[in-house]
């Protein structure tokens, strides 16, 4: 029987099973890193990634559909008499995978780790979270948006408005339709440039908002829709350049725990931003079982959301998964239960760091097909796989983001020291990395 509306019922049926077959979406660094975090749940009979890397291959079995191919995903997960599905990336979540099963009576009874279509407007579109941050009382930049209808309107209000000013395009441009401008005239071209198809679709719409100054970080939360859990927090490093210079990129590295997030902070992000999101999630109606991704920036030791994501953050994962000491599993079991609130997040006391190694040119042109040398004298880190493809046995690189080394340590120094040390031990033609990353911290 179809289901009539968007509420997050229970999953009784998963919690009769000892042992499940889980099917993973995605094929980045961050899919990687839950893929080894599941594998060490004994709830896990078996792991499917669709479509996986060389990395995933190690943690299940790596399938060859796109996690956007709805079709093609149900046949899979017929086929494999799948229980649960983790969604890695945005784009599958944007675009209603959990519609999608939710909506199917053949696929209704597996549990979609993930929101609604609806809920991940809040990552799929700009004006979307600005409005809903607004309605909500949830602290962010003033902001304005604009189409190509309010083109002359919107070049007025950046003539206008104080220096630097963020410019955002509304839809999903990977992770690439954020700029900040520190004039007038370069962010009008800008605006011009994406309301001309710059970013594509995506920047059919463009918010224009206040620049905010501070130190940035990232706080995650799993939630069910009523309730909600909260894992370690991280920071990342956008910038291509040492010394937080240069293009942004995809995520250049991140540290956990973040020394200035202390209880003080974290207590007015959960009164001030996760309550009132989850609140407004709530209320709103929105089926939303999976991860809220908060994009926070504190300003003056006051948090303010840059933006929200409805999934995971890479390359945070990358160390938020090593710190989580719960069963990931059990966890996902929890939210579709709806009994997150009876859980408690343990948290592993050392440091994670980890230092993204990526491709020469990158975030611009780039090769591909560059092969990878020096992986068996890793000693003490996580290598997470990101670009990278094995051909026969030989590894290359095939993405500007080829891999992740994470470290544990003492402290953020040990754990920077360990994963640079690591990173230098590994060799391609072109390979780059920051040797900066969490040095602000310490």
């Known amino acids: 029987m179809l289901l009539k509306n968007c509420s997050n019922p229970p999953f009784p049926y998963l919690y009769r099973k000892k042992r499940m077959n889980l099917l993973l979406l995605g094929n980045g660094g961050r899919e990687h890193a839950i893929a080894w975090k599941i594998r060490q749940s004994p709830l896990c009979s078996r792991l499917l990634i669709a479509p996986g890397n060389s990395g995933t291959a190690a943690c299940g079995e790596n399938v060859p559909v796109k996690p956007t191919d709805f079709e093609a995903l149900k046949q899979l997960a017929l086929r494999e008499n799948i229980d649960m599905v983790i969604v890695g990336p945005e784009d599958p979540l944007v675009q209603g995978v959990w519609d999608f099963f939710r909506h199917d009576e053949q696929l209704q009874h597996i549990l979609v780790v993930g929101p609604s279509q609806e809920g991940a407007r809040l990552e799929g579109s700009k004006a979307f979270a600005k409005v809903f941050m607004q309605e909500f009382g949830i602290p962010t930049a003033a902001y304005r948006e604009f189409d190509a209808g309010s083109l002359d309107e919107g070049l007025a209000y950046i003539a206008a408005h104080a220096t630097p000013i963020v410019l955002k395009a509304d839809g999903l441009a990977a992770g690439k339709g954020v700029v900040i401008c520190t004039d007038a005239e370069e962010a009008q071209q800008e605006f011009r440039a994406m309301l001309g198809g710059k970013f594509g679709a995506a920047g059919a719409r463009v918010v224009v908002e206040a620049f905010l100054s501070g130190i940035e970080f990232s706080v995650f939360a799993l939630t069910d829709g ?52 989850i609140r407004g999630i709530r209320e709103r ?119 992740a080394v994470t470290s544990y340590g003492a402290d953020l120094q040990e754990a920077l020291s360990r994963s640079n040390t690591n990173a230098e031990r590994i060799q391609f033609e072109g390979k780059y990395f920051r040797r900066d990353i969490g040095l602000d911290l310490v």
């Open 285 to 403: 109606g929105m089926a939303y079982q999976g991860f809220v991704f908060f994009g926070l920036i504190s300003v003056a030791g006051e948090p303010y959301v840059i933006e929200y994501n409805c999934r995971l953050g890479d390359p945070e994962t990358e160390v938020v998964l090593p710190r989580l000491e719960n069963d990931l599993v059990e966890l996902f079991l929890a939210m579709g239960q709806g009994k997150l609130q009876e859980t408690s997040i343990r948290t592993d006391v050392r440091a994670a760091s980890t230092v993204v190694l990526v491709s020469g040119g990158y975030p611009e042109a780039y090769d591909k097909g560059i092969p990878i040398y020096g992986l068996e004298k890793v000693e003490g880190s996580i290598v997470f796989h990101a670009g990278i493809k094995d051909q026969n046995g030989q590894l290359l690189s095939d993405g500007g983001r080829v891999m």
């Open 226 to 277: 009523q309730s909600y859990a909260m894992l370690p927090e991280a920071k990342d490093y956008k910038r291509i350049g040492e010394g937080d210079t240069g293009l942004n990129t995809g995520g250049m590295g991140a540290v956990s725990p973040v020394p200035f997030a202390d209880a003080t902070m974290m207590e007015k992000v959960k009164i001030r931003i996760i309550e009132p999101t």
